[in-house]
Structures are given as C-alpha cells and as structure tokens.
C-alpha cells in the first residue's frame, strides 16, 4: 500500500470553494490534517469525471474503493472521490466537527445492488391541508403489499418493514418496482400518491421516479445542496435522530449491500412489468463481468472447475462478475452440475451459483431453486494460489456425483 502514489487533495478540490459561505481554510493546515489520514494507510484520490473514478475504483480491488461526488458551484458542477467507505467517513466527520459546508453524493453505481430508496417532497405552499407524515406511512404500507404480492419471497420479512432490508440487483430495477407501485396508487387513487406540483398547475405523485438512473447521485445524511443551508436529516421519529456515527452514516448508503445478501430482481416479476431491456440483461458489476476466460483470480476459478467437474455431473461456469469493491467472485454455473447442500442432491432443472468472497476466502453455494431461496451452504476454504489449495475433499465430491 505504501507504494502507491495518490493524489494530495486540497481543501478546495476535496469540498469545493465557497468564498461567501466560508473562509478558505489555510491549505498548509489542511494539507496537513489530508496527510495524517495518508500516513495512517487511508487511501483516497479526487477525478474531475465519474469515468476516472470509476476505473481507479476498479483497479484498487483490494482497497474496497468506493465513488461519491462533491458539489462546488450552484450550477451542480460537481468533482468525484474515490476512497473507502471507512477512509471517506472519517474525513466526512472532521469536516463536520470542524463546520465546513458539506455537499456531497453517493454514486448509484449502473449496475451495482441497491436498497430500495424513495425521494418524496412536495411544495407545502400549493399543498398546505396535506398530512406529511401520514403520507410516508401509506406509502409504506402500499410498498409492503406490493412486495408480498411480486415477490413472495417477502412473506419472510417483518410485518413492520424497513426499506433497508430490500435490496434490488440494481436501482434500475428498484425503479421498475417503483414505478409500478405509483402506477397501482395512482389508477386505484390511493389518496396519499397525488399532489399539486410546484408551479400549482399540475399533479404529480409524491414520489419522485426520476432518481433511478445509472450511476446517480444521491445526497448524503448530514450534506446539503450547494449555496444552501438545510441538510439531509433523520426526521425525530427516527431511531437514528440527533445522532450520525460510522455505522448510522453506512445504514444510511444506498449502494451499501454486500454481494452475499439475497437482491429481488426484474426476473422474478411478469415481463409485462419487467420489460424486455431490464429482465433481459445481467447486470455489469464494477466493470468486470465475463462469460468465458479466466476471472481476475484464476486460481479461484481452478478451485471451481474442480469441484464442478464431476464425472457423471459435469459442469461449467456459464458466466463469473467480479464484484471489486466488495473481493467477491459469483460464478453462475450450468451443465449438469446442480448440487444444493439443503437438499442433499443434484436439482432436477434449476442451477445453482457459487460466490467465492475472497476477504473471508471461502466459497460457498447458493440455488435458483425457489424452494432453496436464501439458503447459502456451508463453507469451502480458499486457502492457496492452486486449485490443490481448496477444502473440497475428495470423499465430498465423490458424494456429490450422485443421481438427480
């Protein structure tokens, strides 16, 4: 880590100019209070374009980088950073305890899981009689009976749901969710859905569907809009008001969820809804997925050929996507090759994966089988650079070649 060469930022660069809102900070101070996080290991680098960030981000795998944006001029003109999550937070907290103005995004990366997330306003001036909070509770309850109802698998979930335990394969797809709960609220006039816009000339829905775009910016708790003075907060009915520690500040991301916790995807809903362009594509995670040749690991891709290639049950690694930010590997695999660990058996028709997390190094099965959903196997140590290096021992696989 030493070795590398990052960029210094500045004051200015890292959260922008604002000679009206603040006084410029001494750039020998700041320097030096930049250089302490650099000193300590902490990692971090400033791109004028998302595309920059986003290959430096891909080529630090190891450093589990990760791509926000700061905002410095009323047009939106914005910078991007690409740091850690634990390396960002920290300097995140010094800007706050020291009341520098805070104006930054997470990036939505195209592609990559999110939680599902609403952006709800409207103007109280033309929608003074309107009940705000009453309006957020319908809306949650309208969320959940239409979970259950797309997605069965939701039945699982508490009764009170929290938004943050519903991870979609992408914002995209949580958009395609989105966009038909409004549909359904709109058509049935559920009265809580509809409002007057801004200009008081026109209705909208009180849920803003334009924020699912690829790689979309997302402001911040604790940030506000350039040139304002009202911040992202917890409302006082939350469990995290008044309070903003590293692991409020992480619930808080979007785009925080780990590749191990089970998505819902456009592929479990009718093509009605899905749409041929979302149902029909896989996902390009971080900008490293394959469907043949070697992954970035390929002494984990020897790991699985041994174990999938089984004489009477032979497979193969239909595709891999390389999830860099998170050191993980999900290989789907097709064949012959379907063992599921919960049912002891080969499945007769649905594949399973496997998902090899390489910061833990181990490798461990998970099943399409709608039977097997959520079920993850028991793990497999990656313990070396050859496929020899593997726990898979030879009595396993000899039991796993077994008719369906």
């Excluded at 958009?175 to 549909?183: A, D, H, Q, S």
């Excluded at 008081?200 to 829905?205: F, K, M, V, Y």
């Excluded at 604790?222 to 917890?234: A, E, I, Q, V």
């Excluded at 079920?375 to 290096?389: E, K, L, N, Q, V």
Aim: aromatic fraction near 12%.
């Amino acid at each position: 880590m030493s070795d590398r060469k990052f960029k210094t930022l500045s004051s200015q660069s890292f959260y922008g100019e604002s000679a009206t809102a603040v006084p410029p900070v001494a750039e020998p101070e700041s320097r030096k209070r930049l250089l302490e996080f650099l000193e300590d290991g902490f990692l971090l680098k400033e791109f004028k374009t998302q595309k920059e960030a986003f290959e430096f981000a891909n080529a630090n795998p190891r450093n589990l980088m990760h791509v926000f944006a700061v905002e410095f001029e009323k047009s939106g003109k914005r910078l991007y950073v690409a740091a850690s999550y634990s390396t960002f937070w920290k300097i995140y907290q010094r800007m706050k305890l020291r009341s520098q103005p805070l104006h930054f995004y997470e990036v939505i990366r195209e592609g990559n899981s999110s939680k599902l997330y609403y952006d709800v306003e409207f103007s109280k001036v033309v929608n003074g009689e309107r009940d705000g909070e009453k309006m957020v509770d319908d809306l949650l309850l309208e969320t959940q009976k239409l979970l259950v109802e797309l997605f069965p698998s939701m039945m699982r979930f508490s009764r009170h749901l929290i938004l943050p335990q519903v991870n979609f394969r992408s914002n995209e797809e949580a958009g395609v969710f989105v966009k038909e709960l409004c549909r359904r609220c709109v058509e049935s006039k559920k009265e809580f859905i509809s409002i007057v816009d801004a200009s008081g000339e026109s209705q909208t829905t009180f849920v803003d569907q334009a924020v699912y775009t690829k790689n979309r910016c997302f402001r911040l708790i604790g940030s506000s809009k350039y040139g304002r003075s009202t911040p992202l907060l917890f409302t006082e009915r939350s469990p995290y008001a008044h309070q903003l520690h590293e692991q409020v500040f992480l619930k808080s991301l979007v785009s925080n969820v780990s590749p191990l916790e089970p998505c819902l995807s456009v592929d479990e809903l009718p093509q009605s809804l899905a749409g041929s362009r979302l149902a029909r594509r896989t996902p390009a995670v971080n900008g490293m997925q394959g469907s043949s040749g070697p992954s970035p690991h390929p002494h984990v891709d020897a790991i699985i050929e041994k174990l999938i290639s089984l004489p009477n049950h032979k497979g193969y690694v239909r595709n891999w996507v390389y999830y860099g930010s998170n050191m993980t590997i999900i290989y789907n695999i097709a064949g012959l090759y379907r063992f599921c660990e919960n049912v002891q058996r080969h499945h007769r028709s649905n594949n399973i994966y496997l998902i090899a997390d390489l910061v833990e190094g181990e490798i461990r099965q998970y099943c399409y089988d709608p039977d097997c959903r959520g079920f993850r196997s028991s793990p497999w140590i990656i313990a070396g650079d050859t496929a020899d290096d593997g726990s898979i021992p030879d009595e396993l696989l000899n039991a796993m070649d077994v008719d369906f």
